[in-house]
């Protein structure tokens, strides 16, 4: 892998059609992020995190300028490979949860799995992993709408980890949580990334998460105004 | 994958419950509607095929021209040779020989004055040959209300409603006046020794049944006869032959001139059948088609109101890494799926019903009092073999389609914007 390096970005620049002319959301980003970091974007609203998790996620396309996960530039991917790089290599954990409401906490999290190949007793191993990391084992029939708020949540980390991915992008993943079920999660995660060397980027301006974090990188406007490791030991 | 949709579609039942009754509802229509004029059209060709126009019926070109006013004088002579050509022609075919007229019925009292009397049809079938098969076809010993069947010269049957009407019972004499072939008075006592309700409306009137010598005899139409009908095998009418069989035999009697020369038809040249059959196809089809659109649009409507409540799913799938046409291609196989399931209740629904019309029916004689086609009294529903399929077709279509339209929507719509609206 290039420089160990998994996501690179070289000059980024996203812009949205605004009226008659352009908002620039992101303004030639640079960064670089390795295997096992778990590092967040903080910033007030509007500065651009979720733009820029989502061009890391290959859901958006830059403007300008360079995003290179995996070894694959994002703004050369045909739709096919974009769904092929996030089935592949990433997951996604969301600040609504977006559990699916008909299905049992299994068959969520047996989801991503059913698009890659996998044979039944494969995904039933893999399913009961995860939803034992996140401490569900005994809600696994239960339906989304049977659970609490901070259950929901680690239903959606257990789906983001199932297929053990490179990266999990979490938007905002506490903003919808109270204190005590905000930093039950993140325990979570960071136990994950401990164990599975999964990198973990979050987009947030919580306090909470910025506790756990080990790189800090602020955005404002657009641009990185500071970049910093807080030296959490990991 | 599969039974991942499956499940969804079991479980929700906004997705499932209202698009099912939809096309439910359509195809269950659309089944009905279809035994039900299958029903109709097949009992209108059996009835007429029986009473009036055979499968093919061959008469004089002049009769033929004429056929409305039952022009005896027209009539075909020399039928012995030309049936038993016709019968070394075609083997398998069974050939009758009728003659229809009309004349007045008189009935006298025990002075032998007129007690009563009223103008009648006559209709002369062979009654008294085995193999002519024409008791059986006109389901005349089954359709006696009172007395029995004729069983020998002499004895006739009158409709029932004009027994009643004369106030004849069976027993009594009869007197027909008419006029013979060459135009001379014809008149001849007879026997009523049964009356008979068809349930054919123009039949159940003022009908007379007699032996066809009978009426040779009294009209002076030795080896003669109005009309020549042919019938296939197992009383089953095939058009593709039916009209080779005109073709060949029309052209072998193109070379004569002679007006009295005989000419075949086929069932659907005559009483305009032919024209009725393409306008009630047509006016199915249309039907169907009118159908498949309506229902087209209002699944289209559930579709993207689903389609809206699903916006969740589809953009977290497509977060998860499946692609749109992947997206896209399984709420097209969702649709299939509710299509298949509506269908096949649309369609158990539809066939019950339709077994139900088969089996009681609809009487509309009151509503056809004057009508002088050959059409039965009571319709009934007739369960075809298409009427298990052809409900599928709209049902079928019409969620697919509806479902295709709804998912455009989406499949245009970029990953970015999708993903976006479902950070609500
Ligand atoms: N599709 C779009 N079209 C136009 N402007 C957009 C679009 N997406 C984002 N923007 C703009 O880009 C800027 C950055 O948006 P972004 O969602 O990345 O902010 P954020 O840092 O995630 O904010 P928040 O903390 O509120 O989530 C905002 O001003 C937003 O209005
Ligand atoms: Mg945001």
Known sequence: ?234 | MLKFLVKGILRDHHRSRFPILIVSAGVMLTVLIHCWVSGVLGEMIDTSAAFATGHVKIMSRAYAENEGQIPNDLALSGVGSLVSELNQDYPDMTWVERIKFGGLLDVPDSNGETRSQGPVMGIAVQLFSENSGEVERLNIEKSIVKGRMPRQPGEVLISDQFAEKLDVSPGDQVTLMSSTMYGGMAMQNYIVVGTISFGVVAMDRSAMIMDFTDAQIVLDMTDSAGEILGYFENNIYSDERARRMVAAFNMKYEPDTDEFAPIMLRLGEQNGLDSMLEYISSFIGMFILIFVAAMSIVLWNAALIGGLRRYGEVGLRLAIGENKGHVYSSMLLESVFIGCVGSVIGTVIGLGISYYLQTVGFDISDSLQNVTMMIPSVFRAHVTAQAYYIGFIPGLFSTVLGTALAGIGIYRRNTARLFKELEV
């Open chain 1, 1 to 234: 892998m290039q420089n160990s390096k998994i996501i690179l970005t070289e000059e980024l620049v996203k812009r949205f059609p605004v009226g008659g002319g352009y908002f620039t959301a992101l303004n030639k980003i640079n960064l670089s992020f390795g295997k096992g970091e778990f590092a967040g974007l903080v910033g007030p609203s509007g500065s651009g995190k979720t733009t820029l998790l989502n061009i890391i996620g290959s859901l958006d396309y830059p403007s300008e300028g360079k995003a290179i996960v995996m070894d694959q530039s994002i703004g050369d991917l045909t739709h096919r490979q974009a769904a092929r790089l996030r089935n592949k290599y990433l997951g996604f954990i969301f600040q609504t949860y977006n559990l699916l409401p008909v299905y049992t906490v299994y068959e969520n999290v047996e989801f991503p799995l059913l698009l890659l190949d996998t044979t039944t007793t494969e995904r039933h191993r893999a399913v009961l992993d995860a939803v034992e990391w996140v401490g569900l084992t005994d809600k696994l029939k239960s339906r989304p709408g049977q659970l609490s708020g901070g259950e929901s949540q680690r239903v959606a980390i257990a789906r983001a980890m199932v297929k053990k991915p490179e990266v999990v992008l979490a938007d905002e993943p506490t903003a919808n949580l109270d204190a005590a079920n905000s930093h039950h999660i993140l325990q979570t995660m960071e136990k994950l990334n401990r164990e599975l060397q999964t990198t973990f980027i979050f987009a947030t301006h919580d306090e909470k998460v910025i506790q756990y974090l080990r790189r800090k990188i602020s955005l404002e406007d657009g641009t990185v105004v500071n970049d910093e490791n807080l030296g959490n030991e990991k």
